[in-house]
């Protein structure tokens, strides 16, 4: 069992960067990719970027290229989501998943989310 818990939303203005954490409460760089979706209010929940379970492949929604990045730190068991020059339409409860070997839509674990508000 892996209980993944989300930090670091929050509001913020168009053009601004926020990071958010997810700590993962076992060993989880063995073996399980890691990644984060969306949902925004209305809207289904959508991927967002993916990574590896050592870093080395990751992954991105093309709405978000070129202004996130993922990243993890094994020895803190935490996976990391940078998000810079943030727009209205990323406002979403942002969730973070853990599977292995690869993470998706239907991953094993998830995070309780945290709200991300982009003000314009």
């Known amino acids: 069992q892996v209980q993944l818990v989300e930090s670091g939303g929050g509001l913020v203005q168009a053009g601004g960067s926020l990071r958010l954490s997810c700590i993962a409460s076992?060993?989880?760089?063995?073996?399980?990719?890691m990644g984060w979706f969306r949902q925004a209010p209305g809207k289904e929940r959508e991927f967002v970027a993916a990574?590896?379970?050592?870093?080395?492949?990751?992954n991105y929604a093309d709405s978000v290229k070129g202004r996130f990045t993922i990243s993890r730190d094994n020895s803190l068991n935490t996976a990391y989501l940078q998000m810079n020059s943030l727009k209205p339409e990323d406002t979403a409860v942002y969730y973070c998943?853990?599977?292995?070997?690869?993470?998706?839509?239907?991953?094993?674990?998830w995070g309780q989310g945290t709200q991300v508000i982009v003000s314009s």
């Open positions: 990574s590896s379970w050592n870093g080395a492949s990751t």
């Open positions: 998943a853990a599977d292995r070997p690869v993470v998706s839509a239907t991953a094993k674990y």
């Open positions: 076992r060993r989880t760089g063995s073996s399980y990719a």
